[in-house]
């Protein structure tokens, strides 16, 4: 990955961070946005090598903006990371907010879009590299009580496979990540939400979740790191249109 060109967005938690992290370490030159100002500033502190910029991936002017001036100081792009994500809200369909459920379609799958759009402009006229969405086994399965959550990532695996169709002639390559439930303090967000809408206790939504995969077992975000850092290499040179589960198997939903 030496002088590899990445970008990130949401990279100042969770998967994202664990990605901007491997990249770097692996010699990579990496960009990251987050919605959280914080974060950035943390980041920008632990990483003084990194791009990093407080972004709402749903706004336009603010994407433009930072995707401008990645393109202006690198002139070009190897790997682009549209990971930015949110759980969303939780609950039966005829209970939710429509505005929280336009919120979560926004983040996950407009955000995308905007940063899908730059990147097929910037690699098309190179003639090469690896956009890399992060999607959901919410989007190869369904998730009851999280319909927004899952809508936008079933939509990402649709985004995912026509992006490689239009762009794999330029030389462009498209693939997808799926993680299952990822350590982490989001998961216990989804988790406290989850009891509410359920009913059931936090404890006993943890036990489904291990319960419905092969492995019985979470995955950490690292292993979504290892994932990511196999598909930019050349190893996985003709790998593209896919939609790679990290989830341990899952067996059910629950």
């Given at each position: 990955m030496a002088n590899?060109?990445?970008?990130i967005t949401g990279g100042g938690s969770g998967i994202g961070y664990a990605l901007a992290r491997r990249f770097e370490a692996e010699g990579a030159r990496v960009a990251i946005c987050d919605a959280s100002a914080d974060a950035v500033a943390e980041t920008a502190r632990a990483h003084p090598g990194m791009i990093a910029e407080t972004v709402?991936?749903?706004?336009?002017?603010?994407?433009?903006?930072?995707?401008?001036?990645v393109e202006t100081e690198w002139d070009g792009i190897d790997v682009v990371c549209a990971n930015a994500g949110t759980g969303g809200p939780a609950g039966r369909i005829e209970d939710l907010d429509y505005q929280e459920w336009q919120d979560c379609v926004g983040v996950n799958l407009f955000?995308?879009?905007?940063?899908?759009?730059?990147?097929?402009?910037?690699?098309?006229?190179?003639?090469?590299?690896?956009v890399l969405i992060t999607?959901?086994?919410?989007?190869?399965w369904g998730h009851p009580y999280r319909s927004p959550y899952a809508a936008a990532k079933w939509g990402l695996v649709g985004l995912t496979k026509t992006?490689?169709?239009?762009?794999?002639?330029?030389?462009?390559?498209?693939?997808?990540i799926a993680p299952g439930a990822v350590e982490g303090d989001r998961m216990e967000r989804v988790l406290r939400k989850e009891s509410e809408a359920s009913g059931k206790s936090v404890d006993e939504l943890r036990a489904d979740y291990v319960a419905c995969t092969s492995l019985r077992s979470w995955v950490s975000a690292d292993d979504l790191a290892d994932m990511a850092l196999f598909l930019a290499s050349p190893a996985a040179a003709k790998i593209s249109g896919q939609v790679m589960a990290v989830d341990g198997h899952t067996e059910s939903i629950n």
């Amino acid at each position: 990955m030496a002088n590899r060109r990445v970008l990130i967005t949401g990279g100042g938690s969770g998967i994202g961070y664990a990605l901007a992290r491997r990249f770097e370490a692996e010699g990579a030159r990496v960009a990251i946005c987050d919605a959280s100002a914080d974060a950035v500033a943390e980041t920008a502190r632990a990483h003084p090598g990194m791009i990093a910029e407080t972004v709402d991936v749903r706004d336009e002017a603010q994407m433009t903006a930072f995707l401008d001036r990645v393109e202006t100081e690198w002139d070009g792009i190897d790997v682009v990371c549209a990971n930015a994500g949110t759980g969303g809200p939780a609950g039966r369909i005829e209970d939710l907010d429509y505005q929280e459920w336009q919120d979560c379609v926004g983040v996950n799958l407009f955000g995308t879009f905007l940063t899908c759009r730059w990147a097929a402009r910037v690699m098309r006229a190179q003639g090469e590299g690896l956009v890399l969405i992060t999607t959901s086994t919410s989007g190869l399965w369904g998730h009851p009580y999280r319909s927004p959550y899952a809508a936008a990532k079933w939509g990402l695996v649709g985004l995912t496979k026509t992006l490689a169709m239009e762009l794999g002639p330029a030389g462009v390559r498209v693939n997808a990540i799926a993680p299952g439930a990822v350590e982490g303090d989001r998961m216990e967000r989804v988790l406290r939400k989850e009891s509410e809408a359920s009913g059931k206790s936090v404890d006993e939504l943890r036990a489904d979740y291990v319960a419905c995969t092969s492995l019985r077992s979470w995955v950490s975000a690292d292993d979504l790191a290892d994932m990511a850092l196999f598909l930019a290499s050349p190893a996985a040179a003709k790998i593209s249109g896919q939609v790679m589960a990290v989830d341990g198997h899952t067996e059910s939903i629950n």
